[in-house]
């Protein structure tokens, strides 16, 4: 009987510890050279945060990365800051990434826009300029179809709180994405982001990877990892976890 009733206590130990052992912040592993202060996991769409925040003699801005499955293969993912006070989608200086030619493509780097989102209506198959300039606009597939969006964003003069927004859709129709999904998680992807947390002292001379278009940045607030990107690291839930499963062996 005793040992039934620990039996029921690890399982129920173990269903609360596995999904933050699964974080999306603990589990990206990014290209050499790809390094951030922090992370977030975001509260809607599977979607993760990592950056870096730098606030120097030039001002401050933010390296990033963002990471998303689309909604469908083919589809396309998006994260965008929104400086109009506003929380919603309208407003927001968005960074979109999707793999040419749709899941029948088999090309490997995703295309990287800039959109400044003026409307509910579907974007064009061309960038808009946004109200940020970016510097090292690129982008790749992680495991599992994941889509990983890089850039450094100039930010204006003492943005360290900003409302961020992100989104996922499931198509692409001649270069041009489809308007996403309207389901509650959708229309919940966004919230504040503290840019600070992610501090650091000074940027390196070649903040962001290959430049390709201009950006944006919102995001909710979660629950903030610190992790070197490209370095692997086991969460502290995790090694619970672990040694659950350890102590239910030893007395099953």
Not at 75 to 90: C, F, Q, R, Y
Not at 146 to 167: C, D, F, H, P, S
Not at 202 to 220: E, I, N
Request: charged letters at 10%.
């Amino acid at each position: 009987m005793a040992s039934a009733t620990v039996h029921q206590l690890v399982v129920l130990l173990l269903a609360l510890a596995l999904p933050a052992a699964m974080s999306a912040c603990t589990s990206e592993v990014f290209p050499s050279g790809k390094t951030y202060v922090t992370c977030q996991d975001l509260l809607q769409l599977g979607a993760a945060l990592h950056w870096t925040y730098y606030d120097d003699a030039s001002g401050p801005s933010l390296s990033l990365a963002f990471v998303a499955v689309p909604a469908a293969p083919g589809g396309w993912v998006a994260w965008g800051i929104n400086p109009t006070g506003d929380n919603g989608m309208v407003g927001t200086q968005a960074l979109l990434a999707f793999v040419a030619g749709g899941a029948s493509s088999s090309a490997s780097t995703p295309t990287v826009r800039t959109y400044n989102i003026t409307s509910y209506y579907a974007v064009g198959a061309a960038s808009t300029p946004i109200a940020f300039p970016a510097d090292g606009l690129a982008a790749d597939v992680g495991s599992g179809g994941r889509i990983r969006l890089y850039a450094t964003l100039q930010l204006g003069k003492g943005m360290e709180v900003v409302n961020q927004v992100w989104q996922v859709g499931s198509s692409v129709t001649r270069g041009a994405p489809n308007v996403h999904a309207m389901a509650p998680e959708n229309l919940a992807a966004m919230g504040e982001l503290v840019l600070t947390v992610g501090a650091a002292a000074s940027p390196p001379a070649h903040a962001g990877g290959p430049s390709s278009d201009r950006s944006s940045s919102w995001p909710p607030s979660g629950r903030q990892i610190p992790r070197a990107a490209g370095t692997h690291r086991v969460s502290p839930t995790a090694h619970v976890v672990l040694a659950l499963l350890g102590f239910w062996a030893m007395v099953g």
